[in-house]
T-cell receptor, first 113, second 110 residues
Framework: EAGVTQSPTHLIKTRGQQATLRCSPI?????VYWYQQALGLGLQFLLW???????NRGNFPPRFSGRQFPNYSSELNVNALELEDSALYLC????????????FGPGTRLTVT | DQQVKQNSPSLSVQEGRISILNCDYT??????FLWYKKYPAEGPTFLIS?????DKNEDGRFTVFLNKSAKHLSLHIVPSQPGDSAVYFC?????????FGDGTTLTVKP
């Protein structure tokens, strides 16, 4: 069974640009979560999508947004990139409901210069 | 305010012995807890979970204990193996929102 996949693996952007990161969940999983792991810091919860709806978000500004498509894949958009947005962005998926084991993808390394 | 804390940044044990990783939380609304293992340059790998209505869950060499009154959970690995060397994160969930600890680096020496 295929795991969670993320693309691209690496992304280099300049300050002020927009970044789009993509995630495909494990088959049968309808919930998708996004996390940010900045260098030297722990995983910070960004967003939770379930059945196409945003269910919860962490303490991040509105320029971090996303969506979930009918096939349950998801996109994370980061607008007006700032240098401190440089981080590893991890996507995870789970069964519906929110309180289930989350399975993580390998991440997208975003570098903002 | 860090709601989930792993107070030991690192732990070193001998192969074959028990590894005990600890995690404390402050938010009594958390109702599901998980442990993950992470290798460098990879996403976290799910290890074991426990619901707040239980106090113990076991899966092979891994056992998680939850003490709700103390707001404390622990992960026991018995026996420890060199392949267990990694960073271990505890996470607490409420309404789909996960809060992670900062991790404990476990080193298992042969």
């Amino acid at each position: 069974e295929a795991g969670v996949t993320q693309s691209p693996t690496h992304l280099i952007k300049t300050r002020g640009q927009q970044a789009t990161l993509r995630c495909s969940p494990i088959s049968g999983h309808t919930s998708v979560y996004w996390y940010q792991q900045a260098l030297g810091l722990g995983l910070q919860f960004l967003l939770w999508y379930d059945e196409g709806e945003e269910r919860n978000r962490g303490n991040f500004p509105p320029r971090f947004s996303g969506r979930q498509f009918p096939n349950y894949s998801s996109e994370l958009n980061v607008n007006a990139l700032e240098l401190e947005d440089s981080a590893l962005y991890l996507c995870a998926s789970s069964l519906a409901g929110g309180n289930y084991e989350q399975y993580f993808g390998p991440g997208t390394r975003l570098t903002v210069t | 305010d860090q709601q989930v804390k792993q107070n030991s940044p690192s732990l070193s044990v001998q192969e074959g012995r028990i590894s005990i990783l600890n995690c404390d939380y402050t938010n009594s609304m958390f109702d599901y807890f998980l442990w993950y293992k992470k290798y460098p340059a990879e996403g976290p790998t799910f290890l074991i979970s426990i619901s707040s209505i239980k106090d113990k869950n076991e899966d092979g060499r891994f056992t998680v204990f939850l003490n709700k009154s103390a707001k404390h959970l622990s992960l026991h690995i018995v026996p420890s193996q060199p392949g267990d060397s990694a960073v271990y994160f505890c996470a607490a969930l409420n309404a789909g929102k996960s809060t992670f600890g900062d991790g404990t680096t476990l080193t298992v020496k042969p």
